[in-house]
């Protein structure tokens, strides 16, 4: 009675899960909350709404052309894969979710694929994704400053750095504005000690794309490694910089050459025709189930639906990124989860026609089928895992989705399905 209480629990907390945010029933309003953590010290904010790919959700299309002019013939593709990495890199620190970035040939010609679903503010993105977004770190000439023209590099630059982050109060007490905090690789540290050592109570001016940012007067030595860029920011705007020194200055100088956003119509079709067959497929297999296995195939419908809700509950909860290729994996694990209970059904039927009492039958069917079970699930968690590995944008969506689906259907179809038996047939 202990593991149907549970399983009852377990079931209302995915039906919480995958009701809308707000759900209006008569007089009673039920607003869904969001949850909100810290993971690592960095706030985690998730809404449970579906996270919805580019080709549901409608987002940008891009095209850059990349300038190979410059770069020998034979290195030419690994600088294209260098500028694809780190556009990509760009790309996940907007907080996009299954984006796709992609190299294309066609002749002479070199371009980068970028597809960015849900992305509203796209000329945020298009400045970002190629701003090149060069450190330099300059000391004055002479005793004298009167502008920007009178310092000199240093030889310190954005590729010395090894991390960027937005700080508050940095060693002013009274201050709330943001400033971004760098800290360099041990080559840069050695550098930015030995700049800092002979520049004492002089100005070290900052300079970022030959924009001068500021120029703060070196009180010590700092032989750590570690600095703060301050300069009347907003928060946004220290945020945008962290994100740019992060990424990096590009490889190859690009250039946008097609543009193009995708509406959620198509989407919204889409999703609408996937449940429509996702739902004929669910009410074939509860017919097949219990026409072939009677109260058992009932029970095992029962488990079915609970699965169904697991895995959505999942999808909200991780998040996952639901594309066509997810949904499609989705209703694939679907018919995977009701497999292991014809296997289990039809080791029960043997049992019974040996002439096994109903509760040995039972406990060995589920035992004698659960090796057959385990290795045809286990085969596909592996193969969907080396999906998931090697593949990128809508595969590795299709890959996650069929991984989830597996193990909540390992748990279903074994520990639901099982505990329903026992507590239908085996109670008196």
Do not use: C
Request: net charge positive; aromatic share 8%.
């Amino acid at each position: 009675m202990k593991s149907v209480i549970s399983i009852i629990l377990i079931v209302l907390f995915a039906v919480i899960i995958n009701l809308p945010a707000n759900l209006k029933v008569g007089s009673l309003n039920f607003h869904r909350p969001s949850i909100n953590f810290n993971f690592l010290g960095r706030k985690v904010i998730n809404d449970l709404n579906f996270k919805l790919g580019l080709d549901l959700q409608g987002g940008t299309h891009l095209a850059y052309q990349a300038d190979t002019a410059k770069v020998a013939e034979t290195d030419r593709k690994s600088a294209l894969d260098a500028t694809r990495n780190n556009i990509e890199r760009r790309v996940n620190l907007l907080g996009v979710s299954e984006a796709i970035v992609q190299t294309s040939q066609i002749g002479s010609e070199y371009r980068i694929l970028v597809e960015l679903p849900g992305i509203k503010d796209i000329g945020s993105a298009i400045s970002l994704i190629g701003q090149t977004a060069q450190l330099d770190f300059r000391e004055a000439k002479t005793a004298s400053i009167s502008s920007e023209l009178d310092f000199v590099s240093t030889g310190l630059t954005g590729k010395d750095l090894r991390l960027a982050s937005v700080k508050f109060n940095s060693g002013q007490a009274t201050s709330t504005a943001p400033s971004v905090g760098i800290e360099f690789n041990a080559e840069g540290a050695k550098k930015f000690s030995d700049i800092t050592k002979r520049n004492i109570g002089k100005p070290l001016a900052i300079f970022l794309d030959d924009q001068f940012i500021t120029a703060p007067t070196v009180q010590s030595e700092i032989p750590d490694g570690n600095a703060v860029i301050s300069g009347n920011f907003t928060l946004e705007d220290a945020k945008k910089l962290v994100i740019e020194l992060n990424a990096g200055a590009l490889p190859l100088p690009i250039k946008i050459v097609e543009q193009r956003s995708i509406g959620a119509t198509l989407g919204n079709e889409s999703i609408i025709k996937s449940l429509v067959a996702g739902a004929i497929g669910l009410v074939v297999i509860w017919l097949f189930m219990i026409v072939n296995y009677g109260l058992k195939g009932l029970l095992a419908d029962v488990a079915l639906t609970i699965y169904v809700l697991l895995s959505l509950a999942l999808f909200k909860l991780i998040p996952v990124t639901l594309t066509l290729a997810g949904i499609g994996g989705f209703v694939l694990s679907v018919g995977m989860a009701v497999d292991a209970n014809i296997l289990i059904f039809e080791r029960i039927k043997e049992e019974l026609r040996w002439g096994r009492p109903l509760s040995a039958a039972l406990e060995l069917g589920f035992h004698r089928a659960w090796t057959s079970v385990r290795d045809s699930n286990v085969s596909s968690l592996i193969t969907a895992s080396i999906l998931f590995w090697f593949g990128s944008g809508s595969v590795r969506g299709f890959a996650l989705t069929l991984i989830v689906g597996i193990a909540v259907s390992l748990f279903t179809s074994i520990t639901i399905t099982k505990t329903f038996l026992r507590w239908v047939y085996l109670r008196k």
